[in-house]
Structures are given as structure tokens and as C-alpha cells.
């Protein structure tokens, strides 16, 4: 038989594993507004579980197919980049997929139906719906390759975040989720004014074609603009300090497992974006040779580290602890950004995905913590070590992540932000990440000093260890915290070829 | 399989795991776990090499050698022992800690990089603290902060002057000695004065020097020692120092900087356990003045005086934890430590009396005890060196040793007039911890071959015999001498009793004006060095309190803030990407 010539390729048409980068999103999407017919809550569940894990096998067969045949390029409906929408997977945000998916397969089945959510079991429906678009949209945002798209799946993330966090207990729920609403709002709209003045300037959408057509003008006064409109608008949405108002009040009140499912995606899709920004459209050698984007992105992140570890010691609730964690990790990943060399950024990226699986196992602990004690006060878990003996133990294992203990993935993602700064010439920051690790010592002992060595005071409510639905998906998370800490090269090798990917050709 | 285990892990591990047993599998596991620590440890053949590697760096997470051995078997004999010694308490918070610390320490001792050495240098630091702080005071709280601080402060300067020497040499391994030849061996980093030393040397000198408690750099210890629980206590006199002189004798044998370091080691703390009432707040100096004769044996670098070390350190952990044992059982029982409150309590407690007695006699170096067939070593490699100086501010130490850790402590403990307090004696596995350490130390002094046995060199091809006349005599005549003083000043009431001590060494090295100008000296000093202290710890914990004051929920950083606010901190943050582009 002869090869077909270019021209038979386009348009012999395409089998379903060609659709894969779209299946992934359009699947979601669909089954969103299922879910809202069907109404059963079983059967609801139990779809939003399989279109997790079809994202999920999805994922895992497009990241397979990039490492071994590189880029896919998706043209949605037929009309080819520039004009129609193009769907582009990379290494990069192959590996992104994988994440959310990832962690959505894991936390949906979390709990049995509406259990722990504090949900009136007539909108359980409602619930799942929304949380599929959530998912719908952040895979949206990671899969497309056009920027006006991103902002679109960007909004229908965010509207869907908002009514989740809205689900949680209480008044203090809906005004977080108001809070949120309005600065994530202020996000959205900062990045739709970049996107704005950078199809003014090179008439396309089109991430590929934004950076080519960007190079004669790069140094314009429009460009410097965009590019301070999108990096602020994205700083919001990823919660880069001292952008970060609205998450401790968003993670401290939604429902514990939707904490688990934001904390561990939504501002990874926000630096993955952020990271495309930077990278793909802008480029590195303009973003740190001609802006000098470290001498503002290094403080933010330092600051960072230690306001968010020094305020999650100072908390009492123990969500509240987790997302002043979650504030200054995040300052661990924009400080990998601010290094501009391979093993910085690699740090970065690899503890996008090592932060995903530690926050979300933990919050999951919460999760079971409230269901069974009906609060969130550090105080209130005295004593449970013995009660909940499997549930603390993935908190300690979490906890030493966090801290970054060898053979735990928070100890790989360290050692090369480590290595970043020194390979950089900056030894006093290497010397803060370790000084900030050690208040992540301070701030995981209190609630396991807590937890093991106070005993439960009298009369406290008789609690005893969650079932399997909640241990199996908790313990997968932790389990692979310290799986991915002993298999580092799984991981980091991804990290590394893609931070040589963004560095070296700005693509 | 069993050798791909690293020597300390189990008990890390299984500590680790103890908050999770009931009580009485915890009582076990404590004394077993270092039983079959130790037992897993010696099987593991002296050549033994277990590498690993962390992403493109080849780390060697255990290196046996003979020097690794004795101080690995050392450890977990004190583990057992203290094991044993705190068993009629349950506190998990101490268990915990304490067979973590010395799991740790374990496992430094056999690191064979300076990377992985740092890693279980910090582990002993971190998990130690928590040994003062389960005193539970507020004053026990600050004095472990300011214990952490330099503890955690010896680890940074570890690990930078690894990464240091890494990027000179691309290497963390650490190297055996050189042999120089005449028994003179050299560590990697030795050097002889601090004018040719790099920084890579220096930063790992003052590393090891913090946690050995070199003068000036030694407060941390007299400061959390006495603070600490009464078996946290045995636990942290075993294990940080010691740590901290095995490292020094593998990596910077022979440097001549440590003789004179070690020297006034030896002598300086004599005089604060003097005017010290604390009974085991003198056992602190007496550590640190113990410490100096390891260092100046580092120093010296001979197979002798590296011998001498060894030995020194395996006899000194075991009589001073004897002797902390035995003060430990008296604040257990009386409630009290200090000298001046105690007294007459040897027919209440006459174990007690009888082992801390022992435990004095061989910190004192009797003949027939432990100390003896040690200490002796490295004064004889001092002498054959011709250090004739430190020599003889190493008599005069020992001399001073005697005074105050011999006579000092158990005199005024269980002799001297009758307090008149009535307690029990110590609980039973007190007595058997106390019972087994004091039986080692006259054990050793006795059949001092199995130790030797174990020690870096053939000490059949060194000639040393422990018991020839010169040591004996000479030993002998500095005791009785000592003894006669005490006796002499005791029946003529010369000794200054405000001080509730005596000074027997006053006849072999200096007269009474210069002794009272040296006490005088010591008080200012230590007044001043307080004072000093507390104003700068008062600075800090001002700034402390304000920085927890902002984090805290209602501070401005430890809340959100108000939506108006939020949004003007985006619009100023975009100004400032803005400027970015005008810079």
C-alpha cells in the first residue's frame, strides 16, 4: 500500500482516538446537564465517577501518546488553527490532564452520595452537576490551545467553583463564595483585557500563532500591558500572595471534599496557565531578560512562603491550617517560575503535581474528620489518633509531605527548587526554602500533638473510624505521596523535559 | 534483605509508631526496640557498605567501620539502658522522642556522606527538644527553643559547608583518615590553625563545634539539660555530644586547633560546677569538661589518643548517665536537685547512694573503674606528644573532675547533714537501669578486653597496658591527695560554706586568693553572659511575638481581608507588573 501524501491525512477522516482531546472535555460538559435530568441520586453518582475515570483513561493515553509521538494538534470542527479553535496537547499540559483527572477520579467517589456534604439530598443532583462543569472546565482550560477559549473555560470553572464553596454550611459559606465571586470576577476580566490587547495588536487568538506574530512588536507598550493585566488576573485566580485573599475564607467554608477537589486542581490549572502565559506566548527570554520578571515574582513568592506557613501556624481551624498551607506551596511553585533555569522551574511543575495529591489526601482527612466529629477546630481532634488510627495516619504521612521528609514527594519538589537557587547564585533563597519547611514542622506538629498526645476530653462526642468509601480514595492520595517520593524519576523526569521544553524554545 | 536495613531505623520506625500501641506493648517495645536494634547492628559485617541514590547523586546511607561500630553499639546500649530507666513513666510524647533521637543519632554515626549525615544531625536535633519540653513549663518551653535554635543553627552550618565543599570538589562523601605515618593519623578536613582552613572546613568545624559544646558555643548545654524531664534528661546526656565527637574524630582527626580547644574544655567548667548548686546543672559542666579530654584525643590524632577517644566516650556515656540516673532518682523522689536542700538521703535511698557512688568513682578514674582505663589513654598520648601544658591542665582537670563529680555530688546528695527529707527509694526499673550501668563501668575497669577489643586500633600493637605502675600511682596520688585535702579543709572548716561546696584541688594547683579571683571571674562571667542573654532572648521574643500577633486569625495577615481591600491590593499589584515594563 503507498502512503498516503500529506493532503489524504487531512482529510481521511478521524477514528474516536483522534477525538480524544476534545472527548475529554465534551464528556463533562454532556453529562452535566444529565445529571440534572436524571435527578437519581445513585445513578448520578455513579456517572460523574465514570466520566471521571474516562477523563481519566483519556488522559493517561494522550500523555502516553505525546511522549512517545510529541505534539497533537487538535482543529475543533474541522477549521484549522489560526482561524478555527485548535485543541494543542503538549508534554506540559498532558501531564496537567493527568493531574485533574486524576484527582477528580479519586475524590468523586469520595464518601457515600451526599455524605459529609451537609447537602439537602434533593440537590445532590445539583451538586454533581456543578462539579462536573467545575471539572469541564479546568480540563477545558488545560486542553485548548487558543487563549480566548481558556478565558471561556476559565469562566465556566469559576462559576462552577462559586456554587460549589456556595454548598457549604451556613451564611459564612455564601459570603465566601461571594468574596470569591467578586475577585475572581476581577480575575477573569483582568485576563480577558490581556487577551483583548494582544488580539489588538497581532489580530490572532490562535497561543502558537500569538507568540510568532508578538516577536516584532514584543517590546511595545500594548504588549507590557497585556502582559501585566494577564499575569495579575491569573496571580488572583492561582492565589499568589497578595492575591490570595479569597481562598483561606473559600477552603475554610465549602464542604470539605469539594477543598479537597479546589485545593488540589484549580490553582494548578491557574499556573498551568500562568505558565503557558509566561512560556508559550510571552517567552522566556522576554519575560526574564527584558521585563526581569524574578526581581517582583522572587519577593511575591518568598512572602508568600512565610505569611502563608506562619499564618496556617497561627490558625485554629484546621481548614483554615491546610489553605494558608496551600497559600505559601503555591509561593513554593512561582518561586521554581522566578528561577527561569530547568531545575527551578522543573521544582515548580513537579510540585504542581506533588502538592495536588498531598493537599487533596489531606483535605480528605478533614473531610472525615468533620464528618465524624462535626467540626473543624484543631481542638476538637484531641485525642483521635487512637480513635481514627488509619485516618490520622494518612494525616501524618500527608503532614511529613508537606514538610518535606525524604521519600516524600514534598522532599523531591524541594530538592530541586534547592538546586534551582543554588545553580541560579542564590544561596539565601535556598536557605529560606529550608527555613520555611522548618515552620511546616511547627505548624503539622501542633495538630498531630494534638491528635496523638492529648487525650480526648470527657463527655466528647464518640466518634470511630470512617468506612472504606472514604479511607480507599484518602489513602490513594497519601499512598501516592510517598510512592511518587521513592519513584521520583516517574515524575520529575516529566517535570525536567518540560521545563526544557518552555525554556528552551518558547514553545 | 535483613542488611538492607540501616542501623538506627528501627528505631525511628518504631518509634514512630508507638503512639499508635496501647500502653503496657509501649512499655515493651521501648526496651526492645533497641535490644533488637543493637542485635541487628552487630551482625552487620565491619566492611559493610549500603548505598542509595537520590536522583543523580550516589548517597551512602551506611558505612561500617570500626570507629562507626563502638560508638553504634554505645549508642544503643544507652538506649536500652535509658529505656529501662523511664519505664515506670508513661509519656508518649517521651517514649517518642526519645527512641527517635537516638535512632537518629544511630544512624548519623554510620552516614557515609555529609548529606546523609545532615538529614539524621537535624532528626536528633528536632526529636531531642521535645525531651525538654515535656517538662511542660514555660521556662522549660523557652529553654528548648533557645536549645533548638542551636541545634537546628549546627545543622544549617552543616549543611552548608557540604554544599560548600560539594561545589569544590563534587563530592559529599566522607573519606577515611589519611595515615601520616608513626601512628599519626588525618582526618578529611583537619587543619592546623584557622589562618589555612577553607570555608568549607570552617563551616563544618563550627557545625560539629556547636553540638560538642566547644567553649563559648557551649551554653545551649548547662542551659537545657538540667530543664529537662528526668529521664529526658539520660536520654540528651548520651547521644548530641557524643555525636558531635565521633564526627570530629572521623573528619578532622589530628587538627592541632582542637589540643588547646579541648584543653580549656577541660578546665573552664570547673569552675561554674563549683559555684553551681544544682546538682544536675554541675553534672552539665561535668559533661562538658568529659567532652574536652574526647576533643583534645581528636586533636592529638594518634591511633593512641584516637583509641583513647573511643573509649572514653563508650565509658563516659555510660557513668554519666549513671550519674544523671542517679540525680534524676533523687529529683524523682525528693523533688528537689539542689545541693543545698538535700542531704543524709543514703539511708532513704541506699542503691541510689551505692551506683552514683559508682558512677563517681569511674567518672573520677579510680583504678578498677571504667574511667581509668580510658582517660588515661589520652593523657599518656598528650604526654608522648609532649603537650606538657595540656597535659597538665588535664591533671589538673581531673583533679577538678574528682571534686566536683565525685565528691560533690553524692556528698551533698545522700552524705552531708541530714535534710531531714523522707522519701522512698527509687522505683524498681530505675534501680535495675542504674544496677546494669554501674556493673559496666566497674565491669569495664576490670576486664577492659572486650572493650578494647572494639576500639579503631590493635591496642596489642600500640603496647598499652592500663595497669603499670606509672598510671596506677600516678592516678592514686592525685585521688588521695584530693581525698586528704577534703578531709583536711572539712575538719578545719576552711571550706567557704556559703557555696555549700569544698575545693579539694586548691593544694595541687593554686592558692586560695587565686582560687576566690578564678570564682569571682566565673560569677561576673556568668552574670554577664545572662544578662546578655536575656536582654537578647527579651529582643526576640518581641519580635516573635509580634510576627505571631500579624499571623494570627484577626491579625492583618493571618484573615483575609475585606473584598475593597482585596481588590485595591490586585490594582496595586498590577501597577507594579506595570512599572516592571518601564524599568
Redesign the interface.
Known sequence: MEAPTPHEVEVVHRTLTDHLPILQVIIPLLAAPLCVLLRERALVRGMAIGVAWTCLAISVTLLQHVMEHGVISYAVGGWDAPFGIEYRIDLLNAYILVVVSAIAAVVFPFGRGGEGLALNPARVHLFYAALLLCLCGLLGMAATGDAFNIFVFLEISSLASYSLIALGRGRRALRAAY?YL??GT??GT?FLIGIGLLYQTTGTLNIVDLHDRLQPVIGS?TV??A???L??GL??KLALF????????AYTHAPAKISAFLAATATKVGFYVLLRVLFTIFGATFVFTT???H??LLPMSLAAMF?GS??A????DIK?LLAYSSIAQIGYMTLGVSMGNVDGLAGGIVHLFNHAMMKGGLFLVVACVVLRTGSAKIDDMAGL?RKM?LTM?AFVVGGLSLIGV?ATVGFVSK?YLVKGA?ERGWEPV??LI?LSS?LA?IYVWRVL?VI??RERPEGAKEVGEVDATMLIPTWILIGAAVFFGLR??LT?QVALDTARMLLGTGL | MIEQIPPGLILIVGGLLL??MPKEVRKVLLVVLPAAGLAHMIQLPTDHVLAYS??DYDLTMVKVDKLSRIFGIIFHIAAFLTAIYTLHEDD??QQVAGLTYSGGAIAAVFAGDLITLF?FWEATA?TSVFLIWASRTERSYKTGMRYLVMQ?GSG?LL??GA?VYFQQTGSVDIEPWTDLGHHQMRGMFAFDSFGEASLAQLLIFFAFGIKAAFPLLHNWLQDAYPEATVGGTVWLSAFTTKLAIYALCRMYAGSDVLIPIGATMTAFPIFYAVIENDLRKVLAYSLNNQLGYMVVGVGIGTELAINGTASHAFAHILYKGLLFMGMGAVLYRAGTVKGSELGGLWRQMPYTTVFTSVGAAAISAFPLFSGFVSKSMILTAAANEQHIITFCILLFASAGVFHHSGIKIPYFAFFAHDSGKKVKEAPLNMLIAMGIAAALCIGIGIWYQPLYDLLPFDMNALHWVPYDTAHVVTQLQLLLYSAAAFVFLQKMGWYPPELKSTNVDVEWVYRKGLKDVALATGRALDVGYTTFRDELFGVAWGIVER??R????G?P?????P?G???I??AI??I???A????
Open positions: 468574596s467578586v475577585m476581577i480575575g483582568f507598550r507590557v500591558v502582559f501585566a493585566f499575569v495579575v496571580g488572583i497578595p492575591l490570595h485573599q479569597w481562598l483561606p475564607n521585563l526581569r520578571l526581581n517582583l505569611v506562619l499564618a501556624i497561627a490558625q485554629t483554615r489518633g488510627p495516619a525524604p530538592w543554588l535556598a536557605l529550608l522548618l514542622v500533638e496523638y498526645f521520583a524519576e520529575s | 503512639p499508635l537520590v536522583f508518649p510524647v538529614v528536632i537546628v544549617v549543611l552548608a554544599i510576627i505571631k500579624w499571623h494570627s486569625p491579625g495577615l493571618g484573615e483575609p481581608w473584598i481591600a482585596a481588590a491590593a490586585a499589584m498590577l507594579l507588573f506595570l516592571l515594563g518601564w524599568l
